[in-house]
């Protein structure tokens, strides 16, 4: 990631999710090199890839199951050798999306390996150097499940969300005298394919929103943007909540 015009480097986790593209693009037009981290989709790992260079900045697309421990080791030693100077905690899932009375603990495990236990091993890996080099920002994905508490049938998704949040609060307090800012974002209905994976009823759930709209994908990215870069420079330990008032 050696282009030196650049502001820096920022891993994102999840990069080829609606959200993980947006945020990704919004760090290349700000003129950082990009690490888009992906598991399922070559094919769009490739194509975002050829939309960050043409931004001229340099992009590297790494691929990980975030539920396979080995596969997460692999990616941490590879980070070990990177001066990240941002990391953008945005993969999430719900494995399981049925009543919690039927949840298995595999169910339960596997959706906190990628929206704790990975964050919190990557976080871990980068912060070193970051410290050392006295400059670093950290971004956690959250969600306003973890504000509201989620449904019935994806109650281990809010609390693993929750979990993550707690991440932001510790990590924070230690990176501040190393000037390692560690933010959440918490999204609230946005416009995505995440959605689709669990049908529900939009128009019903809109009415609760005081904005009566979905936001988009880039109303996060220009946040992550603003707290994961160069741009922040005196907000940390805070979660920044977008959800059109909820």
Known sequence: MGNKGSK???LITGATGDIGRA????FAGGGWNI??????SKERAVALKSIIEKYKVNCALFRANLLSERQLSVFISRLKKINIDSLINNAGT???HKHFDRLTVRDITSTFMVNTFAPTLLAAAVFKRMKARRFGRVVNISSIA????????SIHYGTSKLALEGLTKTLAREGAKHNVL????RPGVINTKFHKKFPKDMKKRVKLIPLRKIGTPADIADMAYCL?????NFITNEIITISGGE
Do not use: L, P
């Not at 945020?23 to 919004?26: M, N, V």
């Not at 973890?146 to 049938?153: D, L």
């Not at 560690?182 to 974002?185: E, G, K, L, P, W």
């Open 8 to 10: 820096g480097t920022v």
């Open 23 to 26: 945020i990704a693009t919004r």
């Open 35 to 40: 690490i888009c981290h992906y598991f399922s």
């Open 94 to 96: 719900c494995v399981g």
């Open 146 to 153: 973890a504000k509201y508490g989620s449904s019935s049938h």
């Open 182 to 185: 560690v933010n959440t974002i």
């Open 228 to 232: 994961g870069s160069e741009k922040n």
